[in-house]
């Protein structure tokens, strides 16, 4: 039966209007689940399209893009004896959760490195391209590089973490026509050709932004991550109307000048982020075509994991692997070889979705790009649904101007000590004082960001930077300045609180909340995500 | 005497009766009869060697035996005498179906350490390629050899038509087959020159080839040997292979050698070197020097552990 569900095409994404005889939905719940009954006639759910299928022989067509590549000679023309190369490629942030190996990093950078040995380039550096998320363990590194790589790099000190606060390891490229500033990692900057391997699990991803990002620092990154440029994003998915974009592509324009050539290597994965089988395939399923296998496997999911201590219950979704399969692979030059990727990102993810609502609903998953392998604290519950989830749309948001966003999330007021120290201040002193994004941004960030224990902790242990939760706050800038109220449902009133929204035990007590400011009966629009999909709302 | 007697029970000595002796003592029909002079007798059937039917080996009692042989005490001897370190299995992400693990050979240690490495989904459906005139000597032996390992009848001394067609037809089956090129384990520590068998297989049936390298094996049983001695092992995988259009057996055969060669290097150093080695044809080889025996035992160096011999410490008197 599984087979034969994969055989036929995979199905566009859904909008379903709730009826009497819809089941009730799923909602994600961090490392749980909430079943809700939507009212019926003036709610609809957004179901995300089905995978699409990966490609037949990723490794084929991996060599085909970087002997055909886009506007660029082909990779083996590029390299050659006693020249200088370095690999930079996506962090642990990328894909979500973690695929199976092997990592389409280690597919891409294996033939890559076997094409440099054809050449015989010695001096060969890998740096994983992280900016100021924290440094990847070696466990992680041998994950997304497997163990072949890992083994010959790592020994030699040739594999690494970025240190955007190297002060020996940063090098100034320039500056913009906006007077902002390009810097780069030295090593990647002085090398003969940077090749960049990216993994786009969501239309932000890739282009400029990799390498104007990802082997930047501070005083770079400071001029697009701040809460002008998110509030000026409508939205940051969609690049043409993104102001972070517009940012990046005009560094972009200075590395191009001042900096080392770029051989832009970008891959997109499909949807298939529980599997077609297994236990957690259920959660990729419409409810009404769960089987009674489905139900008994998801029954028995729900109490385990009701049962299990939330630490427990972490470690089991931890070791969740996705079953991403590639859908593309395109190498050259980075605006065209981002044009593609970005074709290919909305193929598996755009569903088409005819206007706005009052409330928005969402249940946020157990993961998101900054708590791989850690906790998902208050600030990163926020931007994950003000910020990625809100975010996902085309055209403009689902919920109108001074609607309601509702979140499904238990929000526990705990921290990941070793990797988010600075989210602990920044959420038990700042946000106690104000949740303005602009305020917060003009009174703490230059003192977190050049705080030199968080600076050493970012350097040394495995810590994201000073100011990595000030980023977080403003990704969530534009859906705070958009909405009337955010709820969350399920959630530690204390630490819901302290964030500025208002906790809810129900659904049903958060729509009643919501009519308070969007007036009765409001439309209601659910978005099924994950897996993931985008609202192309007209 | 009496009844002693007459059974042909005779007593010599303090030495007890002996069943087998006292059948020899009595004649036909007690024993075989002889044939007679300027007849020809007809051939008897031959049920070893490669005649071996191992059919019965690859039904489900017999597959759910030598399941739990694997997964049970041949795991726990392999995981104490070899410590096996093993890499490249996720070159086989994108294997789909049978497939012909190709492996160097040293040991008798390599077939269980394969067999407890090679991943699902092939791990319990492969058959291996076994020496028919070493293993199926006898019927206990095949059998044994067919249940434990599921091992299959190959012939080595000469082309044979029958164990082709027989691995073949498994192949054909959905069974992997685990086969080794070099026709017997190493003499001295070296390789030896790859045979055709597994790079036919694979044109034949349209399936690729899995070069597989085995390292260290030689120091925990090599040939000669009976008595095993514990060390670490490495098992390394390589990237599955095809053959290309028109390519026929000997020059596939060939690239096989050179993948498992490079496998070899990469084992021993890493994989960029070894790599950048492959691409400049300085592997090296499995082989070894094509000189004098002592020479080539030189340039085994650490690779080859020399036995030790307890010296005595005062002569036999």
Redesign the interface.
């Known amino acids: 039966m599984a087979t034969e569900r994969r055989q036929r095409a995979p199905r566009p994404g859904l909008v379903l209007d709730v009826d009497r005889s819809t089941p009730p939905i799923l909602f994600h719940h961090g490392e749980g689940f909430r079943l809700e009954r939507l009212p019926a006639g003036r709610s609809r759910v957004i179901y995300p399209a089905e995978p699409l299928p990966g490609l037949a022989?990723?490794?084929a067509a991996i060599r085909d893009a970087l002997l055909n590549p886009l506007d660029s000679d082909p990779l083996p023309a590029l390299l050659r004896p006693g020249m200088k190369l370095t690999i930079a490629f996506d962090d642990i942030s990328l894909p979500l959760p973690p695929m199976r190996?092997?990592d389409i990093r280690?597919r891409v950078i294996e033939q890559v490195?076997?094409m440099a040995?054809?050449a015989?380039v010695?001096d060969?550096h890998l740096i994983a391209a992280l900016a100021l998320h924290r440094r990847m363990t070696d466990d992680e590194l041998r994950h997304a590089l497997?163990?072949?790589?890992f083994?010959?790099?790592a020994?030699q000190d040739a594999l690494y973490n970025h240190d955007a606060e190297d002060p020996d390891g940063m090098v100034v490229l320039g500056r913009t026509d906006h007077d902002e500033l390009v810097t780069m990692n030295r090593r990647a900057a002085e090398s003969d050709l940077l090749v960049y391997v990216n993994i786009n699990l969501v239309a932000m991803d890739g282009g400029w932004k990799s390498t104007a990002t990802g082997l930047a620092d501070y005083w770079s990154l400071r001029h697009h991550h701040n809460v002008h440029t998110m509030e000026h994003s409508r939205s940051f998915m969609d690049r043409p109307r993104s102001e972070l974009h517009r940012s990046n592509w005009r560094q972009g324009e200075v590395i191009k000048a001042n900096g080392p050539p770029i051989f832009q290597i970008e891959t997109t994965v499909n949807n298939n982020t529980f599997g077609h089988d297994g236990p957690l395939a259920v959660l990729q399923k419409r409810e009404w075509e769960w089987s009674a296998r489905d139900r008994a496997s998801f029954m028995a999911m729900h109490a385990g994991l009701k049962a299990m201590p939330p630490a427990a219950c972490r470690g089991v979704f931890g070791r969740w692997l996705a079953p991403y399969e590639m859908t593309s692979v395109q190498a050259g030059a980075v605006e065209p070889v981002h044009e593609s990727t970005t074709a290919n990102v909305l193929a598996q993810h755009l569903v088409p979705v005819q206007g706005q609502t009052d409330v928005l609903t969402m249940g946020l998953p157990y993961i998101c790009p900054y708590n791989v392998n850690s906790v998902m604290n208050p600030i990163l519950v926020m931007c994950l649904g003000l910020g990625y989830f809100f975010n996902l749309y085309r055209g403009q948001p689902l919920v109108r101007e001074g609607g309601v966003v509702i979140m499904s999330h238990p929000t526990r007021w705990e921290f990941h000590p070793v990797h988010h120290p600075s989210y602990i201040d920044f959420f038990e002193q700042l946000l106690a004082e104000t949740t303005d994004p602009a305020e917060l941004e003009a009174k703490y960030e230059a003192q977190f960001a050049t705080d030199e224990w968080y600076v050493h902790l970012y350097r040394t242990s495995y810590a994201y930077h000073g100011v990595h939760p000030f980023y977080m706050w403003y990704w969530g800038a534009h859906a705070l300045q958009w909405l009337g109220r955010v709820i969350v449902v399920g959630g530690d009133p204390r630490a819901v609180r302290r964030m500025g929204f208002q906790p809810a035990s129900t659904l049903s007590d958060a729509l009643e909340m919501a009519s308070d400011v969007v007036g009765p009966s409001p439309t209601i629009t659910h978005v099924h995500n994950p897996p993931i999909l985008m609202a192309d709302v007209e | 005497m009496g009844i002693a007697h007459d059974l042909g029970v005779v007593r010599l000595g303090n030495r007890l009766p002996s069943p087998i002796r006292t059948l020899r003592a009595r004649s036909f029909p007690y024993r075989a009869p002889t044939v007679p002079g300027g007849v020809e007798p007809p051939e008897a059937l031959r049920r070893t060697g490669v005649d071996f039917d191992t059919g019965w080996s690859r039904r489900w009692a017999a597959r759910m035996c030598r399941a739990a042989i694997v997964e049970g005490p041949m795991r726990a001897m392999v995981q104490v005498l070899a410590s096996p370190h093993r890499t490249g299995t996720d070159r086989l992400a994108d294997l789909d179906g049978p497939a012909v693990f190709a492996s160097n050979h040293h040991s008798h240690i390599d077939t269980p350490l394969l067999l407890t490495s090679i991943p699902e989904p092939w791990r319990h459906k492969v058959v291996v390629g076994a020496a028919s005139d070493y293993f199926f000597g006898s019927r206990a032996a095949g059998a044994t050899a067919a249940l434990v390992m599921g091992a299959i009848p190959i012939e080595r001394a000469r082309v044979g038509r029958r164990s082709a067609d027989l691995a073949a037809g498994l192949i054909d089956d959905g069974w992997s087959l685990l086969i080794y090129p070099e026709g017997g384990r190493s003499p001295d520590g070296w390789g030896q020159p790859f045979r055709g068998g597994a790079a036919y297989l694979s044109v034949r049936c349209g399936v690729p080839v899995v070069p597989i390298h085995v390292g260290g094996t030689g120091s925990i049983l090599r040939k000669g040997r009976t008595m095993p001695q514990p060390a670490e092992a490495t098992v390394t995988f390589g990237t599955p292979m095809r053959p290309e259009d028109d390519e026929r057996a000997p020059r596939f055969a060939s690239r096989i050698e050179d993948a498992v060669t490079a496998l070899a290097d990469e084992a021993s150093t890493d994989w960029y070197s070894a790599r950048k080695r492959a691409h400049a044809s300085t592997s090296g080889t499995l082989t070894g020097p094509e000189v004098g025996v002592w020479r080539r035992q030189w340039a085994l160096g650490g690779r080859r552990r020399t036995p030790s011999t307890r010296s005595r410490r005062w002569p036999d008197l």
């Open positions: 022989d990723p490794e190996r092997p280690q490195l076997d040995a054809a015989g010695d060969v497997g163990e072949r790589v083994d010959a790099f020994p």
